[in-house]
């Protein structure tokens, strides 16, 4: 079955501390990945997405990924994080012939300390 | 542009009874998703709607349902409501659909309580 997986459920770091977390997904072929946010009280919001070409992809807020698709990878970097980057973070994965369905990852929860 | 509006924001229900859960999309957006949000499953894929037709379905029994209206406006019906069916409900939205390149905009959801 397609499955998506985050390595970490929850990640405590300092204020300018590098940040990456990891996103793995199962072999399907074709894929259109994804990274979502969901800051407390809030909806999730779109971070960043890689669709083809270059694998190293630039977001919002200072955040990139990288697909290595021999890896089946798509993990999420910022080398300097900031208290305001508390929140939660997916990783989403749209499998080849899905249509628009997307599969999410559990989730990582990461804690910001000031 | 106004984002994803779902409505209500919350509900509490008991079990047994049906409950229907409403979607405005973007304006401009013809497709519409539904997802279901817990702590123990996390997100997981309900349906996703193209003019008004059913072009995905996921591993839901057969009490969820759904529909979309010309306006591209969707609602999500489930019956006989189970305890396990608390969870955040969430609709987003996106230009198009089949390929699966594009984005989803997300609304805030709506927080289903079953007692």
């Known amino acids: 079955a397609q499955s998506v997986s985050q390595h970490n459920h929850h990640v405590i770091l300092s204020e300018a501390a590098s940040l990456e977390l990891g996103c793995n997904y199962s072999?399907?072929?074709?894929?259109?990945l994804f990274w979502y946010v969901q800051y407390p009280g809030q909806h999730l919001q779109l971070l960043l997405k890689?669709?083809?070409?270059?694998?190293l992809v630039k977001g919002i807020k200072g955040f990139e990924a990288e697909f290595i698709k021999s890896k089946f990878s798509f993990n999420l970097r910022k080398p300097s994080v900031q208290w305001s980057d508390t929140a939660e973070y997916f990783c989403?994965?749209?499998?080849?012939?899905?249509?628009?369905?997307?599969?999410f990852g559990q989730g990582t929860e990461l804690s910001v300390k000031p | 542009k106004a984002g994803v509006t779902q409505t209500p924001r919350y509900l509490i229900k008991t079990r047994g009874q049906q409950v229907t859960l409403s979607c405005s999309p973007i304006?401009?957006?013809?497709?519409v998703s539904w997802y279901q949000q817990t702590p123990g499953q996390g997100l997981q894929f309900l349906f996703e709607?193209?003019?008004?037709?059913?072009?995905n379905k996921g591993n839901f029994p057969g009490r969820f349902s759904g529909r979309q209206f010309s306006n591209s406006r969707s609602e999500m019906n489930v019956s006989t409501l189970e305890l396990g069916d608390s969870a955040l409900y969430l609709c987003a939205s996106s230009e198009r659909t089949g390929s699966g390149a594009n984005v989803l905009t997300f609304g805030a959801g709506s927080r289903l309580t079953v007692l």
């Open positions: 072999y399907g072929g074709t894929v259109n």
């Open positions: 709607y193209f003019s008004e037709t059913q072009r």
């Open positions: 989403a994965v749209n499998f080849y012939n899905q249509g628009g369905k997307l599969i």
């Open positions: 304006s401009g957006h013809r497709s």
């Open positions: 890689y669709f083809s070409g270059d694998p």
